[in-house]
């Protein structure tokens, strides 16, 4: 991938999420050398990146760490539809992260990926902080095509704390 490439997804990123939920800059383009993790992009007619998604292919599940759209432009189905392909594709259960139901925004995300077929777990859970200077993230795990239980979880979990976040586990938050 190449520099420009990788700052008009590091654009969108930063555009799009809390920079909680983001690593930083450098942070980010060392993930490039990382085999689990994979950038994917939408691209306009121009060639211009509208959209991605950035996940974790691991051999049981995957994992999508973000996925976003120009801030210009959403609304429009791109979102939809890179994650509709994603799936499709993967052949594995999907597992991604949100924000627990509190206020609408987060209740109408979680509605978006419930409308794709993913399922929201009950199961107690933080990110682990992205960079230093942050706290834990309560966050709640949404899978695809079904719900976990709680075995199936507590091994999804032990899996993201390892290889995507590098914590030790059990980690406690």
């Not at 992009?41 to 051999?59: L, S």
């Not at 791109?78 to 259960?93: A, C, D, F, V």
């Not at 794709?116 to 095509?145: C, K, S, W």
């Amino acid at each position: 991938m190449n520099h420009t490439t990788f700052d008009e997804i590091f654009a969108i990123m930063e555009a799009s999420f809390p920079t909680s939920e983001i690593r930083t800059y450098e942070g980010q383009q060392e993930l490039l050398d990382v085999p689990h993790y994979r950038l994917i992009t939408e691209v306009n007619a121009e060639g211009k990146i509208i959209a991605f998604i950035a996940c974790w292919e691991f051999p049981g599940f995957r994992f999508v760490e973000h996925i976003a759209v120009d801030p210009r432009i959403r609304g429009g189905g791109i979102g939809k539809k890179l994650m509709e392909e994603y799936i499709r594709q993967s052949g594995k259960p999907v597992l991604l992260e949100v924000e627990p139901p509190l206020g609408e925004m987060e209740q109408r995300r979680i509605g978006f990926y419930e409308r794709l077929g993913f399922h929201l777990n009950p199961y107690a859970y933080v990110q682990p902080p992205l960079r230093e200077e942050n706290a834990d993230l309560p966050l709640q795990i949404m899978t695809y095509p079904n719900p976990v239980d709680v075995e199936e979880f507590n091994l999804y979990r032990e899996i993201l704390y390892t290889e995507v976040y590098k914590v030790t586990t059990p980690y406690q938050g």
